[in-house]
């Protein structure tokens, strides 16, 4: 489960760190003095004794800093001087005044007396903080009662914890078996406010129905593993969580093994994200991302044991709530291996960049790029949903549809040649070659057919995996690239592509590539650019068409991806034809 992983996460950082759970709740509140209002208790009751200042120390811990809300009191009778009037009744007789009207507070008593003291010696201790803090800058102003900081004063500690986990102690129970730790607590609580997500309001989340004064039932929490759960995502938070194209996820390891047995692991792991900028930034150098271009650390964790595994949580923030929209779960190691080991074949051959001799680089961004908006104008990316769904496909090895994909490439394929942009359609292209050649290699994507039998161009089908698996599939590849030529032919002799008119804004059916064959032949007659290497191609396309089925069983997205790709792979097949550049006289 999600919330242990996070606990144990929590756990062993606290640990690592040596913070008890109280320290962990106390902030940092960078302000360089605190003011102390110094109390007594004696044989009278509580006197004033004076104030008192001191330089705030690096343990900060020790001033029990928590801010609350901007207009309330916070979690202690500690706060920053803003106003000191304001300050003072706002923030430290504030604090009192709600605390004296819980039910379950205890010490009420000496609480009211700190209280009443420091009110009636309003004035006094007004005037004594305001003389002192006139050179100070970025003041705090606390309480000392029998010289004890506040950290030490049980009488605010407890009070403090209480304040803390006053809303998830609305829903608790007494002495029940803990969830995360399997243990016997005095109070479990059954509404935890770690999360924003975590919640009862939805019918999914609840045991039993809507029934709230129960829900401790339905993922009992001791406060102890609730500290935990609050570090790990603390931690979480602070060195987690990455954007994925507009998208934010958190990435949260869970151990496989008990603790004990993995302390080296945890060691390991959080090394790798206390120093992860350096490592983004190298995987960012190297290409070794798969996530964005930015770089990522998957690669490096790909490289670990199997005995942890990731999880992804893809949130997206409405207002002040956030809401999930994807965990891919259980994600191990040797998965990442296999991703990485696709992802380089798919660079060392689809993506190989002839001008530099060196791959390119593959990443999730090629999917972006088919599934962001359904409709440029639209505000949102409404492709949200399907884009997580190759994610979470590829992460976890779930089958996905080709023809769903060949939907949406085309669409964007088909809208750059309406623009006529070839550079944009031919890279475009090129992106959705890749994007398909890496969900097969990563068993994505299954593709029947049988033996095909060995062609000239068998190297060139092979790029494509098992894609080109029947005869009218290679033909129409093989079209694609012939009448690339004869469009770079048109080019020459006229300076103009007219026959592109002839393509049919790439919607063209199994019979109108069938009936584009003759066309593409006669154009080359027309400019005495027939050659012998073009009529064996189209004697092999021509072959092909013989010898598939009878009836095709593709759609005509299929019918013009494999056509865009013989377009885009021409000169592949030129090298194989042995064709050289020829100049038309």
């Not at 004594?128 to 309480?143: G, H, M, N």
């Not at 934010?248 to 004990?260: D, Q, T, W």
């Not at 960012?284 to 996530?291: F, L, R």
Request: overall charge neutral.
């Amino acid at each position: 489960r999600m919330i242990e992983s996070v606990a144990a996460l929590g756990r062993y950082v606290l640990e690592k760190s040596n913070k008890s759970v109280l320290e962990q709740m106390i902030e940092n509140p960078n302000y360089d003095y605190c003011m102390f209002i110094l109390l007594s208790e004696t044989e009278n009751g509580i006197e004033f004794t004076g104030v008192d200042y001191e330089e705030v120390s690096t343990d900060y811990s020790k001033y029990l800093f928590r801010s609350g809300s901007s207009r309330g009191a916070n979690f202690s009778p500690t706060a920053k001087i803003t106003t000191l009037s304001n300050t003072y009744d706002q923030k430290i007789l504030g604090w009192f005044r709600g605390v004296l009207k819980e039910k379950r507070i205890n010490n009420k008593e000496k609480l009211e007396q700190i209280y009443d003291r420091l009110v009636q010696d309003q004035a006094s201790i007004l005037a004594a903080v305001s003389e002192k803090i006139e050179s100070l800058d970025k003041c705090l102003i606390s309480v000392k009662l029998n010289h004890l900081y506040p950290v030490e004063n049980e009488l605010f500690t407890e009070t403090f914890l209480y304040l803390i986990n006053k809303k998830d102690l609305e829903l608790s129970a007494n002495n029940q078996i803990c969830s995360i730790c399997k243990e016997q607590k005095d109070t479990v609580i059954g509404k935890m406010s770690a999360f924003k997500f975590y919640t009862l309001d939805k019918p999914g989340f609840i045991t039993g129905g809507f029934q709230e004064e129960t829900a401790w039932r339905n993922y009992p929490v001791c406060l102890e593993c609730k500290s935990f759960v609050e570090a790990g995502k603390e931690y979480i938070e602070n060195h987690l969580k990455y954007q994925f194209y507009g998208l934010p996820y958190l990435l949260i390891p869970s151990f496989l093994i008990n603790k004990e047995n993995t302390g080296e692991d945890f060691e390991v792991i959080l090394e790798i994200f206390e120093n992860q900028q350096k490592m983004i930034q190298l995987s960012k150098e190297s290409g070794n991302s798969i996530m964005t271009d930015e770089g990522d650390l998957l690669y490096i964790l790909s490289e670990q044991k199997n005995t942890i595994s990731l999880k992804f949580l893809f949130m997206q923030k409405i207002q002040s709530a956030e809401r999930i929209l994807l965990v891919i779960d259980d994600v191990l190691p040797s998965r990442l291996q296999k991703l990485f080991k696709s992802k380089e074949e798919v660079e060392k051959v689809i993506l190989f960049k002839k001008e530099t001799n060196e791959p390119g680089h593959f990443h999730f961004g090629f999917f972006r790029t088919f599934f962001a908006k359904s409709d440029e104008g639209k505000k949102n990316f409404d492709l949200n949903k399907y884009f997580l769904t190759i994610v979470e496909s590829s992460f976890k090895a779930k089958q996905l549809d080709h023809n769903f994909l060949l939907k949406y490439m085309m669409k964007e394929i088909r809208k750059e040649f309406l623009k006529e942009n070839e550079q944009n359609f031919y890279w475009k292209i090129k992106q959705a070659m890749a994007c398909l050649s890496f969900l097969e290699k990563i068993n994505v994507l299954q593709f029947e057919g049988g033996q095909m039998i060995m062609s000239k161009f068998s190297n060139i089908f092979d790029v494509f995996g098992k894609q080109l698996n029947t005869n009218e599939k290679r033909a129409i590849f093989l079209l694609g690239s012939l009448t690339q030529i004869l469009l770079e032919v048109q080019q020459k002799v006229r300076n103009s592509k007219p026959f592109l008119k002839q393509l049919m804004g790439l919607k063209m059916d199994e019979q109108s590539i069938k009936g584009l064959l003759p066309k593409v032949i006669n154009k080359f007659i027309e400019y005495d650019a027939y050659t012998k290497s073009r009529q064996e191609l189209a004697e092999e396309i021509s072959s092909l068409f013989l010898q598939s089925n009878e009836k095709w069983k593709l759609s005509i997205d299929e019918i013009n991806y494999y056509f865009v790709c013989g377009m885009s792979l021409a000169s592949k097949v030129k090298e194989v034809l042995y064709e050289k550049e020829e100049v038309i006289q």
